[in-house]
């Protein structure tokens, strides 16, 4: 099993990036998918989260992302990916993909997202 | 959102001790409770689930208890492979919710 995360880096405050995590090892498609983060020298914090298509493909985000970030998923890919714009400071932190799911509990080594002037 | 009241934040022990950290969520969980051990630069690592189900491949010297809204995570005999930050997490209602995580140390 591996989840492989990308696309972090230096990005100003209001700008926008795209990470992507590679999943392979597991039935992705039918995996349910979150995206945690941790700020430096902080605690965990569960952003967002995205259903299997067979259980709807829904959505739900954390409040202080909500309206600027966008999960998806490319199941043809065996890929996740958030879309985050109007990033603030308060965005910096490392981003997993993870399944956080008893029954397959699988984390990427995250990617670090730092949002500075 | 479920606040997740971990404690202490902080622990000092000794190789051989039994240690214990306690998580108190702010209202009934059904037992939807993990406890995740995070090295530093490393990934969380499931440790227990359901509250109290070792995962697979985890030492028996870890284990989980507890129901309702306060649960207990001990560690029967502290290794010093065991230094690291625990946390618990509930994954009852969205959003999902960790607590503030325990530091571990070696005395």
């Known amino acids: 099993v591996q989840l492989v995360e990308s696309g972090g880096g230096l990005v100003k405050p209001g700008g926008s990036l795209r990470l992507s995590c590679a999943a392979s090892g597991f039935s992705f498609s039918n995996a349910w998918m979150s995206w945690v983060r941790q700020a430096p020298g902080k605690g965990l914090e569960w952003v967002a989260r995205i259903k299997s298509k067979s259980d709807g493909g829904t959505t739900d985000y954390a409040a202080p992302v909500k309206g600027r970030f966008t999960i998806s998923r490319d199941d043809s890919k065996n890929t996740l990916y958030v879309q985050m714009n109007s990033l603030k400071t308060e965005d910096t932190a490392v981003y997993y993909c993870?399944?956080?799911?008893?029954?397959?509990?699988?984390w990427g080594q995250g990617t670090l997202v730092t949002v500075s002037a | 959102d479920i606040q997740m009241t971990q404690s202490p934040s902080s622990l000092s022990a000794s190789v051989g001790d039994r240690v214990t950290i306690t998580c108190q969520a702010s209202q009934g969980i059904n037992d939807y409770l993990n406890w995740y051990q995070q090295k530093p630069g490393k990934a969380p690592k499931l440790l227990i689930y359901d509250a109290s189900n070792l995962e697979t491949g985890v030492p028996s010297t870890f284990s989980g208890s507890g129901s309702g809204t306060d649960f207990t995570f001990t560690i029967s005999s502290l290794q010093p492979e065991d230094i690291a930050t625990y946390y618990c997490?509930?994954?009852?209602?969205?959003?999902?919710?960790f607590g503030q995580g325990t530091k571990l140390e070696i005395k």
């Open positions: 997490q509930q994954y009852d209602n969205l959003p999902y919710t």
């Open positions: 993870t399944t956080l799911d008893p029954a397959g509990d699988y």
